[in-house]
């Protein structure tokens, strides 16, 4: 391959829902672009994008696949990405590393839920963007319809720069209103004439033109009155007005194709080479990778993806890894079409690349010529909406499973491991059911490991709302070492705003505690803790509190309820009683301890669950079943609303009532429903849900 500068390259992401043709598109363009001589089918897992056994065997992408094309003297860099919201992970990193976007739309389906996610997330990062009616030589194609459901999602911005001659079965032809011809296929390798518009298609055309030019002529005031003096602008001066407006995002041009049979495909990397924008990376600065994608391949061991995001590099240079402060040298500079690497002396500012075998070095890291301070913002990708626990089914394999699982979130920033001291769980946490799937046909095929997937334990919270008075004695002094240590304490509800007095009513009688000592704590998992030594009169030694709110921290963090997080509890030390031998550390923590979980049963104790703001976008038709299967899990509707042709409903709901909820909205809504979760807060549990929890949990602590 020969080396490209920045002007003449083009990098762009594949988008649109599962299933509108992405993978065959790429499929296509690498045709076009010589980079194969013939082209693979998803059907015979033959395509160069999808060559991982797993997207061979689901017959869907899964990754990100990083392409390249060589066309009209351009290098056009492609990365293929999974329709699938659950596999969300490529878009966003194709967003982040590329300068405009193809979205295909399924010429059957028109606009679905997954376009419209897509959609949202390129006008998030404000890139240009074309647009694909795909599958149009399939039955049930249907151009008006389809336009009608972009006019509905996208508005005046989608705009039509073709249209087709037929549709369905005869499709073989479209009319350019860019080039003002007809393009009229033969065969299946994307053999085309360009002809002449028909006449009967003539009058359609130029209504479209005359609309283009328009458009045109309001992306540039120079454009503007030339447009008003004499009428018309020239082909060359349409284009760049369509340019300005394309890279702004101003509009989004609708083109024909089908991707299957080569139609149209060619003209649309056209547009891309002419009319999309070229990286903006400048080549004169030092030189600076961003990592965007690392993975373990066969035969090459660690491949790592990486962005030139100033400078240029060749073979053999030496890099500081700004996130980790190592020393790499990139020995193999390679341009990357799936599992084909081909080898290239140097790659410049804008151009994607990959490399293999460095040390350590991971997604969303920046590696710098040295003396290059840069360090590139890390990719940000969506919140986790689904959780599961996992451990491995054999306990030999628990060490194995660590390892495979660390590598799994090293690889896909969107799976998120943790390993939850609080729960006592590994819990991982993903995108959908099929995202977790994946992760487990890894785990059985590639490591051989068996796991068990099960419901994750809820982040509980545990508080009391009302005063409450206990002592506890510790005594051991039967044999040996004797232990002996008295606490008596009092404990209230931290309220925001409400200062503690130390006035209560003590045994019936208003008692004035002096605070001797306060120490306050914001803690780790939330909320307040205060501990104030009371004591007068030389009861309990002040040396013994550290003993003391370390027994009372201990309960804590297993609350007596159902052993959650506890938190927003006062605690006044008042008095006590110490042995003169007997009285060691141990003995006060544990009467502390006791005492603290007594006080903490009679002060009416209740439980805290977390609760979600469930955002859920969904055709209109299938609002109702979505919304009584919300409420059905204690979700409250919070507003309801409505975006390009879907429903938004917004509801609060108990975490502990969404395991798997992406599982069964995909089943409500067939798939075509999608929704984030994001924590809002803690709320008490209902009494009834309070009961179960405490029983379960009282078993539990017999069963220990
Ligand atoms: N008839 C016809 N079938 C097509 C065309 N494009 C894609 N297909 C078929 O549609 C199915 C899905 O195509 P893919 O290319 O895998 O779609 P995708 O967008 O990559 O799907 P995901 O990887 O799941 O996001 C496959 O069976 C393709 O062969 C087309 O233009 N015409
Ligand atoms: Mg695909």
Redesign the pocket.
Same mark, same amino acid.
């Given at each position: 391959m020969k080396n490209y500068t920045t002007d003449k390259i083009r990098n762009v992401v594949?988008l =649109? %829902? %599962?299933?509108? =043709?992405? $993978? $065959?598109?790429?499929?296509a363009m690498l045709f076009e672009g010589k980079v194969i001589d013939r082209r693979g +089918?998803?059907?015979a897992k033959t +395509?160069v %994008?999808?060559n991982t056994e797993v997207?061979q065997l689901f #017959?869907?992408?899964?990754y990100s696949t990083p392409l390249f094309a060589e066309f009209m003297d351009h290098k056009l860099n492609v990365i293929? +990405? !999974? =329709?699938?919201d659950d596999?969300v992970e490529g878009v966003i990193l194709g967003l982040n590393v590329c300068d405009s976007g193809i979205m295909?739309v399924?010429a059957g389906q028109g606009v679905e839920v997954?376009t419209e996610i897509h959609a949202r997330y390129v006008e998030q990062y404000k890139k240009p963007m074309l647009i694909a009616v795909? #599958?149009?030589? +399939?039955e049930k194609a249907n151009w008006d319809n389809t336009l009608d459901s972009l006019h509905q999602a996208f508005g005046s911005k989608a705009v039509p720069v073709q249209f087709p001659v037929s549709v369905g079965l005869e499709f073989n032809s479209f009319v350019d209103v860019l080039k003002m011809k007809m393009y009229k296929f033969s065969g299946e390798d994307g053999a085309c004439q360009i002809l002449d518009i028909p006449a009967d298609l003539a009058g359609k055309a130029e209504d479209m033109k005359a609309a283009l030019m328009e458009m045109a002529a309001e992306s540039d005031e120079a454009l503007m009155e030339k447009y008003f003096d004499q009428g018309e602008l020239s082909e060359e001066e349409v284009r760049n007005g369509l340019k300005v407006g394309f890279v702004n995002g101003d509009f989004y041009p609708v083109f024909c194709?089908? !991707?299957?049979?080569d139609m149209g495909v060619k003209r649309i990397m056209e547009f891309v080479t002419e009319v999309a924008p070229a990286p903006k990376e400048s080549v004169n600065d030092k030189t600076s990778l961003f990592v965007y994608k690392t993975a373990l391949e066969q035969h090459l061991g660690d491949v790592t993806y990486f962005k030139v995001v100033s400078g240029k590099i060749t073979e053999g240079q030496d890099f500081v890894n700004m996130n980790n402060g190592g020393k790499e040298r990139i020995t193999t500079l390679y341009a990357v079409a799936g599992k084909k690497k081909e080898k290239v002396t140097e790659l410049v500012a804008g151009d994607l690349g990959c490399t293999v075998k460095l040390k350590a070095v991971k997604t969303n890291q920046t590696l710098n010529q040295p003396g290059n301070e840069k360090v590139v913002p890390p990719i940000e990708f969506p919140p986790s909406k689904y959780r599961t626990a996992i451990k491995a089914s054999d306990e030999k394999d628990d060490e194995k499973l660590g390892e495979a699982l660390n590598r799994a979130g090293a690889e896909d920033p969107t799976l998120r491991i943790e390993y939850s001291k609080e729960l006592r769980q590994t819990i991982i946490n993903g995108m959908g059911e099929q995202h977790i799937n994946i992760l487990k046909w890894h785990l059985n095929n590639d490591y051989k490991i068996e796991i068990d997937l099960f419901a994750p334990k809820i982040p509980y919270r545990e508080t009391i709302t009302k005063v409450a008075t206990a002592e506890y004695t510790h005594k051991k002094q039967s044999g040996g070492a004797g232990q002996y240590g008295r606490v008596v304490l009092l404990i209230e509800p931290i309220v925001e705003g409400v200062e503690p007095t130390g006035r209560f009513k003590i045994d019936g009688k208003d008692t004035q505690l002096t605070i001797k000592g306060k120490e306050e704590a914001a803690l780790d998992w939330g909320g307040k803790f205060e501990f104030f030594n009371c004591v007068v009169g030389g009861a309990i030694d002040a040396g013994f509190m550290p003993a003391i709110k370390k027994g009372i921290m201990q309960k804590m963090e297993e609350g007596p309820l159902t052993g959650s997080y506890a938190r927003d509890i006062r605690v006044y030390i008042y008095d006590g009683k110490m042995h003169p031998v007997d009285s060691k550390e141990i003995a006060f923590i544990i009467a502390a301890r006791n005492a603290f979980k007594d006080a903490f049963k009679q002060a009416g104790p209740k439980l805290l669950e977390p609760i979600y703001l469930v955002e859920v976008m969904v055709p209109g038709d299938c609002m109702g079943d979505v919304m009584s299967d919300i409420q059905n899990r204690r979700g409250i509707i919070e507003g309801m609303g409505s975006e390009k042709g879907f429903q938004i409903l917004k509801a609060r709901v108990p975490l502990a009532e969404l395991y798997k909820y992406s599982t069964t909205l995909s089943s409500i809504t067939s798939g075509r429903a999608t929704f984030t979760m994001e924590f809002l807060d803690y709320q008490q549990v209902p009494m009834d849900v309070q009961e179960k929890l405490l029983k379960a949990y009282e078993e539990e602590e017999k069963d220990e």
């Open positions: 594949l =649109g %829902s %599962s299933r509108s =043709g992405k $993978t $065959t598109l790429a499929e +089918t998803v059907e +395509t %994008s999808d997207e #017959q869907r992408s899964i293929d +990405t !999974a =329709g699938a596999f295909t399924n997954g795909n #599958q149009l030589e +399939t194709c089908s !991707a299957k049979k």
